[in-house]
């Protein structure tokens, strides 16, 4: 509670002596893009905020959304992410992604396999700190980071990858919590 306030007080000191503006939250990195949940959009920068704004003017048809991907190399190019219930799944699906071009004012959509979709991992990156959910996430990839389940990582970004790595390593994840298959749970 005293960093968040002592965060705060940061951005607004910054915001009196007109400094550039800052970002604390980071996000998921990942390569050259950088993924943030919905619930967290208002800790980017007010760059970051502006292009959201445009980009949602161009989404006429409010397709839903619950994680936007910001291009770090070009500021023009984001893409709104719609995943399965980001609370609910462990590791939710990519549905539906939607890119957007700022510069060409641009929309476009696209329906992900829903027999091998592209899954998400690290959730609570993605979400501020004080999320109700963000130590239930964050004790979730501890596990499974302990049990070796992020060793090959960069193969395992798809539904039925994902799967097979948790069944070789014999892990099961239930309700957000992960245990070798056979092992009791020591969650009280």
């Given amino acids: 509670m005293q960093i968040a306030f002592a965060q705060i007080t940061f951005?607004?000191?910054?915001?009196?002596?007109?400094?550039p503006p800052i970002s604390?939250?980071?996000?998921?990195?990942?390569?050259?893009?950088?993924?943030?949940?919905?619930?967290a959009l208002h800790l980017l920068s007010i760059e970051h905020t502006q292009a959201i704004n445009k980009a949602t003017n161009l989404n006429w048809e409010n397709y839903a959304?619950?994680?936007?991907?910001?291009?770090?190399q070009d500021k023009n190019k984001l893409s709104f992410l719609d995943y399965q219930d980001f609370?609910?799944?462990?590791?939710?699906?990519?549905?539906?992604?939607?890119q957007i071009d700022l510069k060409n004012c641009m929309f476009?959509?696209?329906?992900?396999?829903?027999?091998?979709?592209?899954?998400?991992?690290?959730?609570?990156?993605?979400?501020?700190?004080?999320?109700?959910?963000?130590?239930?996430?964050?004790?979730?990839?501890?596990?499974?980071?302990?049990?070796?389940?992020?060793k090959n990582i960069v193969k395992l970004g798809t539904k039925l990858r994902w799967k097979d790595e948790l069944d070789r390593l014999n892990i099961v994840v239930t309700?957000?919590?992960?245990?070798?298959?056979?092992?009791?749970?020591?969650?009280?």
Wanted: net charge positive.
């Fill in 87 to 98: 609370d609910e799944y462990e590791f939710p699906c990519l549905n539906n992604s939607y």
């Fill in 108 to 150: 476009s959509g696209r329906k992900h396999s829903s027999s091998n979709p592209p899954v998400l991992h690290r959730k609570e990156l993605l979400i501020n700190r004080n999320h109700p959910s963000f130590r239930k996430f964050s004790n979730l990839t501890k596990t499974l980071e302990e049990l070796g389940a992020f």
């Fill in 11 to 19: 951005i607004i000191d910054h915001m009196e002596k007109k400094s």
């Fill in 175 to 188: 309700d957000h919590v992960a245990t070798r298959a056979g092992q009791k749970n020591n969650v009280s």
């Fill in 65 to 72: 959304w619950n994680v936007l991907k910001l291009n770090k």
């Fill in 24 to 39: 604390i939250f980071r996000g998921k990195i990942v390569g050259g893009a950088i993924y943030v949940h919905k619930s």
